[in-house]
């Protein structure tokens, strides 16, 4: 092997929660791939997949259908979407009352087959006997664990205001038996079906918090970010002090603090799309439990927008999805650093109703896994052994690994299949494989006993289905003597 110098690396280590974490850290994945949108109108989920790599989703093809209604499961007002590490999609109906898992089992582009599609949640007759009638967020966690925030529902109240765990106890693929749902947090004074409160978005941050949005009516529950934190451990945030107040953005018009997201360095995004359109920036920059004036900014501000999600994607982009007319979705990017998005050029459409071939009506949407790869260890002495361990989209995903020999190159665009970012005239295919049931694959690699393979090479995962095939993150290995 020959000698070269790695001119640049986007390989990330994993995220990970402390020993000590309340609630293991929600996604975003560190690197995406696909979109997938719940859409109010057509009541079911579309793909939306960038295939010539233009940087939009409007081009012919470009918007799949991956759920329709089917069998005996009619969505009816899906409101809510988040995807697992596993590669299951979930989604709550806030009309029928259920939440839907979806995983594309055979590698066609979509969860519409027999097995790819069932109900893991009857939100008002599950075993465990908690009402949750109008699910407004989900999240899942990294252990698999669904968050729910919901909203009481109708003049005679069926549930809670508040936030629910949802674990598969049993392991039977499904969240409806005894003790699977439990009540993490009641809003205190949500009680009633006047509006008191109406938990819309819960996230999980990386400081391993839970926080939640609020929009509710009456003032008697204040509206803003909520941070919820289980200080005695004993599996909910209900005991005094628990819960507080994160973060009020200014007050103006009525605000309706819908979105919710918190990137891994703490940054709190939400959006107020009542009559100020205005999405808000905050960090708790000096630890003392609230965002104060100072610490907040308004990161964009449009016209005429209703921003159901906001997004965070692993290139920096903040993605707002909107159902208005036109409904659209907007990335937006800080370029030159002053705390905005406001500036000529950082906002742009990569999603537009009246552009696309399809017209979409979306009310929430989240970000699939692209194949993340790394070395374990990455440095290695000649004639030890390491691994190439790629985590997949999903169990069962085709996974190629490629060693180059040659200088990196500058990164370039190989539609649809991503960014390559090795030496594509020197590289070697080390092997392939499938991923297994949790979506990883590893590959042992035996390091040859020769000072001529002391160096610094590169590798690439190429991994996905039938459907989709994509390029990971570039990765290092660092040969000693």
Known sequence: MASRTVSRSLFAALLGAAATAQVPPLLPFQRHLDLLCVDSTFDGVWRLADLN?????????EQIVYYSD???????????????QDGTCYIADSTIDIILALRDQNGDGDANDAGEFRVVCNSIANGSGILMASIQGLCVDGLGRLWVANANSGTTPLGNDGIYQLTDLNTDGDFDDAGEVVDYYTVVGGAGAVGNSIPTKVWIGTDTNVYYAEVGSTGVVTKGVWKLVDGNTDGDCNDPGEASLLWTPPFVNSPFYWSLAVDPVGNVYTTDHSANEQVWRGNDLNGNGTIEPSEQTLFYQTSASTWWDVLLRDDGAVLLVEAQTPDRITALRDLNNDGDARDAGEAVEIYQSGVAPQAISMRGAALMRAPRLGAAPPSVQIGNATSFITEANKPGDLVVVALSVGPAPLPFPLAPWGTVEIDLSGFVVLGFGLSDPFGVHV???????SLSAVGTYGLQ????????????NYAALQITP
């Open 70 to 84: 089917v069998g005996n499961i009619t969505l009816t007002n899906p409101a809510c979407i988040t995807v697992a």
């Open 53 to 61: 790599q233009d940087g939009d989703h409007n081009d012919a093809g």
């Open 461 to 472: 995962s190429l991994a996905g289905d039938n459907f989709r095939l994509f390029l990971s």
């Open 443 to 449: 590959l042992p690699f035996a390091v040859p006993n």
